[in-house]
């Protein structure tokens, strides 16, 4: 940020001051937070949901992170999307070796395919591979469904769209949101079953991963 545009930004705060996304209450230090909200990077493993495949994640969707992310992916927060976009590209450079083929798994906003627009080359990544047959998003009946339940739908629902994939050394699949990884696994399913990659050479990336609360609950 420029002196200037660091001044102009604590003018309007002395005038107009924000309050933290998170909490409220305090007046925010940087970004969308006050000190005590502000959220941390980091990059882990996501515990074995689906041990047939390595997957791979951000952050965690909970606290502080959760509203950043839902005011970048649902709201379209310029800063909140900038903070994402930057956090992304720094993990997925790491993966990016030049060996690896991206796919971008369908998505109702456009939130995801702008994200990893921005973080990998064109020649290596793929927005066209999958497709959505029926809706899979946007509804609060999908993400209480039991394990059952949650895997009929999305194998009802992402089917492989065709076409011939580049040679590779690893195929990443990438979304936004990973629970207990069923859309991932399936669409890695897809991708063997339809293009003949050996299954180790595949690897699931998500900018974030809920925590599934309601495990058990079915509908």
């Given at each position: 940020m420029t002196a200037l545009r660091r001044f102009g930004r604590d003018l309007l705060q002395?005038?107009?001051?924000?309050l933290c996304l998170y909490?409220?209450?305090?007046?925010?230090?940087?970004?969308?937070?006050?000190?005590?909200?502000?959220?941390?990077s980091g990059f882990d493993v996501i515990p074995a949901e689906n041990p047939k495949y390595r997957q791979h994640y951000t952050f965690v969707y909970e606290g502080?992170?959760?509203?950043l992310f839902q005011a970048a992916k649902f709201s379209g927060r310029r800063r909140a999307r900038r903070f994402f976009t930057e956090a992304a590209a720094r993990d997925l450079d790491n993966l990016n070796d030049g060996k690896s083929v991206f796919l971008a798994l369908p998505s109702r906003s456009d939130?995801?395919?702008?994200?990893?627009k921005k973080s990998l080359p064109a020649t290596r990544l793929i927005s066209d591979a999958f497709q959505v047959k029926r809706s899979l998003f946007g509804t609060k009946a999908n993400k209480l469904l039991g394990?059952?339940?949650?895997?009929r739908r999305i194998h009802e629902s992402l089917l492989w769209a065709g076409g011939a994939l580049p040679e590779a050394e690893r195929y990443i699949l990438c979304d936004d949101v990973s629970t207990t990884g069923a859309t991932l696994?399936?669409?890695?399913?897809?991708?063997?079953k339809n293009s003949g990659v050996d299954e180790t050479r595949i690897l699931l990336w998500s900018l974030m991963y809920r925590p599934r609360l309601l495990k058990d609950f079915a509908v």
């Open positions: 002395g005038f107009f001051p924000e909490c409220g209450e305090k007046i925010v230090d940087r970004d969308f937070f006050c000190t005590a909200c502000a959220p941390r502080p992170l959760q509203t939130f995801l395919r702008t994200l990893l394990e059952a339940g949650r895997y696994g399936h669409a890695a399913h897809l991708l063997a």
